[in-house]
């Protein structure tokens, strides 16, 4: 034999969220990839590293304008690499003291 089964109805209610946190804020890292005269570089391909430990924070290729964007840390350091495949070929670095801001 067994216990029958039974179906009971449970009502839905609605709550009010718990957390009243204050939303994350983004920071971000941006800027343009230039050619040595200063003129704007397109799809470049750009790599943000730590400055702490030199590793790879991000990968992204810059927009047909030169201009990237990446979310980071405004308590971390980094610097950016960017290298653009031609003849010849073009690479620049930032400065090693980059925050997202």
Same mark, same amino acid.
Not at 1 to 18: E, K, N, Q
């Given at each position: 034999?067994? #216990?029958?089964?039974?179906?009971?109805?449970?009502?839905?209610?609605?709550?009010?969220?718990?957390c009243k946190c204050a939303?994350?804020?983004?920071?971000?890292?941006?800027?343009?990839?230039?050619?040595? =005269?200063? =003129?704007?570089?397109?799809?470049?391909?750009?790599?943000?590293?730590?400055?702490?430990?030199?590793s790879e924070a991000a990968?992204?290729?810059?927009?047909?304008?030169?201009?990237?964007?990446?979310?980071?840390?405004?308590?971390?350091?980094?610097?950016? #690499?960017?290298?653009?495949?031609?003849?010849?070929?073009?690479?620049?670095?930032?400065?090693?003291?980059?925050?997202?801001?």
């Open positions: 034999m067994g #216990v029958p089964l039974t179906t009971v109805a449970v009502p839905v209610r609605s709550f009010a969220p718990i939303p994350a804020q983004v920071f971000t890292i941006a800027g343009v990839t230039r050619n040595s =005269a200063g =003129a704007a570089l397109g799809t470049c391909d750009v790599h943000l590293f730590r400055t702490d430990n030199d990968q992204l290729t810059s927009d047909a304008n030169g201009v990237y964007s990446v979310a980071s840390s405004s308590q971390i350091t980094h610097y950016a #690499v960017a290298y653009k495949a031609g003849s010849p070929d073009v690479a620049g670095t930032t400065v090693n003291t980059l925050v997202g801001n």
